[in-house]
């Protein structure tokens, strides 16, 4: 039976999972429709392949990284979480900015890309433009998922295999045209989430590298100091960081009872300057021509009206 705190816990790791798998569907869907709109349904089975390469080599890389965690202990298992966190952070991040400015654009790219590769016979590029859409969600997916694996497997385990089962469910609604997805607002919403998620991951990673260098005999001052404590004195209470509320609270936002003062400040810090970049971006966004917010938008993978010479 599932605990309900690993279900709290699994909230991040099936977000994650959800919005990485659903990019790699969206993507398999615009090229898989392009291909059928210029009557080259033939070129799949190079899709299928690139697909499945990419799934595969996505799968080698987190069975690696398992591995590498699972020979290591004290001062290396917390230099490992924490750097993890902190790689994660970073590219989340990343992954934030980059679909805030990007996100109406990527249909007439993918499409961009594919008619070019097929108007030259490289069928084989086919297998290779899926391979490397699908396969950078796929290691973005990784890389995250390591971060919340080594604080609670069970939990990223849940998150991952619910994620992936909500996106198979909504890709075959999107097929059917029974759904409409808004890829503008998906993103917007879920990018809110993410931001949220990674913060308590940056103030994890940061706590981690701390611990390391505390037991490596590194002196870190001041900043090591507890900022504040609010745990109660009894760790089974509901308001521990362990209990119910502060285990909810800790897997949403990254709570901590006893934070040290450089956590507090990196975790302040990032929500100031990640948090004020997405709020400026999306209402810069709210200006743009009605012409340019509809772009965005895929109705069950159909492909745009631009016509093709083949």
Known sequence: MISVETLVNSSAPLLITFREALEAALIVGILAAYLKKIGRADLNRYLLIGVVGAVATSIVVGGVAAYVYGGLGGVSAELFEGFASISATAVLTY?????????????????????????????????????????????????????????????????????VGIVMGLSFLMMRGI??????????????????????????????????????????????????????????????EKGVVGSILKALVGYDGNPEWLRVIVY??????????????????????????????????????????L
């Open 179 to 240: 759904y409409r997805l808004d890829i503008r607002r998906f993103f917007k919403y879920t990018s809110v989430l993410l931001l949220i998620f990674s913060a308590g991951l940056f103030g994890y990673g940061v706590h981690e590298l701390m611990e390391a260098a505390e037991h490596s005999g590194v002196e870190i001052g001041p900043l090591a100091a507890h900022a504040y404590d609010v745990n109660p004195a009894d760790s089974a209470s509901i308001f521990h």
């Open 95 to 163: 992954m934030i900015f980059w679909m805030t400015r990007n996100s109406r654009l990527i249909r007439g790219e993918l499409e961009e890309k594919i008619h070019t590769t097929v108007t030259k016979g490289y069928v084989y590029g086919v297998a290779v433009l899926a391979f490397v859409a699908v396969a950078r969600e796929g290691l973005e997916t990784v890389l995250f998922l390591t971060a919340f694996a080594v604080q609670d497997f069970a939990a990223t385990l849940v998150g991952m295999v619910v994620g």
């Open 268 to 309: 302040l810090g990032y929500w100031a300057v990640v948090g004020g970049y997405l709020v400026r971006s999306y209402r810069s966004m709210e200006t743009l021509p009605v012409s340019v917010k509809d772009s965005s938008k895929v109705v069950s993978g159909a492909a745009s009206p631009r016509k093709s010479p």
